[in-house]
């Protein structure tokens, strides 16, 4: 650009157009033109600043701490906050093509522009019209700011929703893994697991711990005359009446395989447990389940055993689970129908029914 088309461009910018001709060539005279390439940076964010550009032609971007806020384009003017406040450049510009600025020193600045009210003016607009564009843009952020928070809460709730589904589905499926799917009492797993709890327990507290192991008389004659599904119900309604039976939290009943059902009885000696047994028979005999295979009447029973002990050292829970399935023939050898103690037992008794 010839000395005659830049001072006839510079006329008719908003900055130096306001500046009396004389003052204008005088100004020029004292700065200085600088080319850039493409991508060429002219200033970097931070750095001290010691004067300002008109952009004479080509485009330049202005980034501040890597994010792009605007363009600028011939007769647009930067840098003048770092003469005017002292400070180091607030953003950086590079060439966006090829550009050409002129670079106005600090010295010139303050002599023929910020001496200059009209000057000044412009420069107010300047600063007005970015800061508006800033709010437009901080604006524009807090609105994605909000709808993205907006969209994180959401997705929180969700997940929290599920994760309380997940819980609740898998406190679901470990009730259902510790109940027989047949009678709904807890089935053996779930037996061994608080026998092993209660054992610890009672072998601390030095209490008494009892079982009472329960058999259906005759089941296979029961199934083999009225079918299995009379036998399936059969089973619920002993499960039941057996369950309801026990009225403390803390007592246990449970399938433990077959036609056997046991109850756990903690804090029970062995007089309390045979009582709870001897309701246990009278309860189901209530029941009036017709069993006309047996040998030994009309009605359905059931046989118990019972047994008690304070757990020691070098005491097991199978011991006291052997004990009560050895009270258990016990009372089917004497005639069924029947509850025996395993303190009672004169001999020991093997397991064969």
Request: overall charge negative; glycine content about 6%.
């Amino acid at each position: 650009m010839d000395a005659k088309a830049r001072l006839g461009f510079l006329r008719r910018t908003a900055l130096l157009g306001t500046l009396p001709e004389a003052e204008l060539l005088e100004l020029l005279a004292a700065c200085g033109e600088r080319r850039l390439r493409r991508g060429e940076p002219l200033c970097r964010e931070g750095e001290p600043g010691h004067a300002m550009y008109v952009v004479l032609a080509g485009n330049l971007v202005v980034t501040k701490g890597s994010k792009q806020v605007s363009v600028g384009s011939p007769g647009d003017c930067f840098g003048e906050m770092a003469l005017i406040e002292s400070r180091e450049r607030a953003a950086t510009l590079c060439a966006l093509d090829e550009a050409l600025v002129l670079e106005i020193p600090e010295a010139a600045f303050r002599r023929h522009l910020a001496a200059h009210p009209p000057s000044l003016m412009v420069l107010l607009r300047v600063f007005s019209e970015r800061s508006r564009r800033d709010l437009e843009a901080l604006a524009s952020d807090n609105l994605k700011l909000q709808a993205y928070a907006g969209e994180v809460e959401s997705a929180n709730r969700a997940l929290s929703q599920a994760k309380r589904q997940l819980e609740e589905k898998n406190r679901l499926l470990e009730r259902l893994s510790a109940l027989d799917t047949l009678t709904g009492i807890a089935n053996r797993r779930r037996f061994d697991d608080v026998l092993r709890q209660e054992w610890l327990r009672a072998a601390r507290d030095e209490t008494a711990l009892s079982l009472v192991f329960c058999d259906i008389d005759h089941f296979k004659l029961f199934n083999d005359s009225y079918g299995h599904q009379a036998g399936d119900e059969c089973l619920m309604r002993v499960a039941q009446a057996f369950a309801d039976t026990l009225n403390r939290p803390a007592d246990l009943a449970a399938r433990y395989g077959g036609e056997e059902f046991i109850a756990l009885l903690v804090d029970t000696g062995v007089e309390g447990a045979r009582v709870l047994a001897e309701r246990i028979r009278e309860r189901v005999l209530a029941l009036g389940i017709e069993h006309h295979a047996s040998p030994d009447g009309p009605l359905l029973t059931v046989s118990l055993g019972v047994a008690s002990v304070v757990p020691r050292a070098a005491s097991r829970p199978e011991d006291l689970v052997d004990l009560a399935d050895r009270a258990l023939y016990a009372a089917k050898q004497a005639g069924r129908n029947r509850v025996e103690n395993a303190d009672a037992l004169s001999a020991p008794f093997a397991r064969n029914r």
